[in-house]
């Protein structure tokens, strides 16, 4: 698989998850006068993305190439050769999902982990 392919997978998916934890984080702010709360709703949000996006990995395979984000976002000269675009640009669809699967479940990890400390002092 081509290192412009990657890219372009990589930049789609950042984009959509950006997005995402954008949304996540305004929500944590609007509990920020209850801080365990906020803590346990983001690490609940982040956890139900990961979910999503190991979801969106596993049918990745299914999606039709040019009906891709990725697709559109190559130059027509780092577009792969028909026969093996499916293939390559599902493949690397599925790594950017579980690359940002795996990064929401660490965000997870460290906001819940922060909820159940502060419970533990009584905020």
Not at 33 to 49: D, E, H, K, N, V
Not at 83 to 89: E, S
């Amino acid at each position: 698989m081509s290192p412009e392919v990657r890219q372009a997978a990589h930049i789609s998916t950042a984009r959509g998850c950006g997005f995402v934890a954008l949304g996540i984080v305004t929500l944590m702010i609007g509990f920020v006068y209850q801080p365990s709360l906020s803590l346990r709703m983001g690490g609940t949000c982040f956890l139900i993305a990961a979910l999503i996006l190991v979801l969106k990995a596993r049918r990745a395979p299914r999606r039709p190439f040019r009906d891709t984000e990725v697709w559109l976002l190559l130059d027509e000269q780092h577009r792969p050769n028909r026969a093996f675009a499916q293939t390559a640009i599902a493949h690397a669809r599925a790594e950017a999902f579980y690359h940002f699967a795996h990064v929401a479940a660490l965000l997870a990890v460290v906001l819940l982990g922060g909820a159940v400390v502060m419970g533990l002092f009584g905020h």
